[in-house]
């Protein structure tokens, strides 16, 4: 479901309404609020309640399938998150990570959240990744961003910039790695994965002289990686690692903060990027947007996004499912 104030519902009519090609997907929501979006906005997406995941398959192709919220849903005002839906929106987390971890579901897609508003309420993590590591039994769950192209991999994620020196450490850059080289292998069938590393600092330190971290933090990971056997370069300058040759000659690059990874991963494309969290023994997308509580009301949402979401979420639930 997502912050209900937001567009996560519009977005997913609209995916329904432009299912051609999307493996398929029930979501976890009120019904009656949903049919209320549809007809507010003028979406063609009829809305049909289901009791159990196992319904969705016979329903996906005449409506979508709505599988109600285990927490009721207090009433919403698009654009106007509030503190009463917080338990609602993590119960719906909590439903579906019950389904993907019992085998009900293949995958699961969240839309987004307002951080700010569960937090407020006693949400103790700082977002759906970290939160669905913790579901997953305290696995050190990983970022990825990808779109056609490019896959992106931010070690630290939100941090203040002027944090991120401090916070970065050679053993969070390992573990990136090492999760994003296994996640290459099992879920995108790359059979060697070559990881471009990226620098913290300007020209990558100029030796020392805008920046140790390179020398000091970066190059002993990069090091560790090589000793796995991971086809690792790096530390290579930021500002010369995402144009179109450089993109060509790896498979994911580990970023060391935030807008590092997304600000080239959005540039490229901006409607259609994927949030997929890396580490965790079920799949889970969401689209690579906030909740735009902004536009809510004017059903101007773009689905593009969370279609991508889906296309990824089958894709690699299909091939894990074909491996086994």
């Known amino acids: 479901m997502g912050e209900p104030a937001g567009v996560g519902g519009e977005i997913a009519l609209k995916a329904w309404a432009r299912r051609t090609g999307l493996p398929p997907f029930f979501i976890i929501d009120d019904a009656a609020r949903l049919a209320a979006l549809a007809k507010r906005f003028g979406i063609d997406c009829p809305v049909a309640p289901i009791a159990s995941a196992a319904e969705a398959d016979g329903v996906f192709s005449r409506a979508l399938p709505v599988l109600p919220l285990a927490v009721p849903l207090p009433p919403v005002t698009l654009g106007e998150p509030s503190a009463a839906t917080a338990r609602a929106v993590v119960g719906a987390i909590d439903q579906a990570v019950d389904l993907v971890t019992s085998g009900a579901a293949s995958g699961m897609v969240t839309n987004p959240i307002q951080k700010a508003t569960l937090q407020n309420s006693g949400f103790a993590f700082p977002g759906h990744t970290e939160y669905l590591g913790h579901l997953a039994g305290g696995a050190d769950a990983v970022m990825m961003l990808l779109i056609e192209g490019l896959k992106v991999v931010p070690v630290t ?168």
Do not use: W
């Open 157 to 324: 994620v939100h941090v203040a910039i002027k944090d991120v020196a401090s916070a970065l450490t050679t053993e969070a850059i390992i573990h990136c790695g090492r999760v994003t080289a296994a996640a290459l292998q099992r879920d995108f069938g790359v059979a060697r994965p070559h990881l471009a590393v990226a620098a913290l600092n300007p020209h990558a330190g100029e030796k020392g002289k805008m920046g140790g971290e390179e020398s000091s933090v970066i190059a002993p990971a990069i090091a560790a990686l090589r000793a796995d056997g991971i086809e690792v370069s790096g530390p290579s300058p930021a500002d010369t690692l995402f144009h179109a040759a450089a993109r060509r000659g790896y498979d994911a690059a580990i970023c060391m903060y935030h807008d590092q990874a997304l600000i080239p991963l959005k540039t490229l494309d901006f409607a259609g990027g994927v949030n997929m969290t890396l580490g965790l023994p079920f799949v889970r997308t969401s689209p690579d947007h906030g909740t735009a509580c902004d536009i809510a009301a004017r059903g101007i949402a773009d689905p593009s996004s969370l279609i991508s979401a889906l296309k990824v979420a089958g894709a690699v639930a299909a091939r894990r499912t074909a491996a086994l």
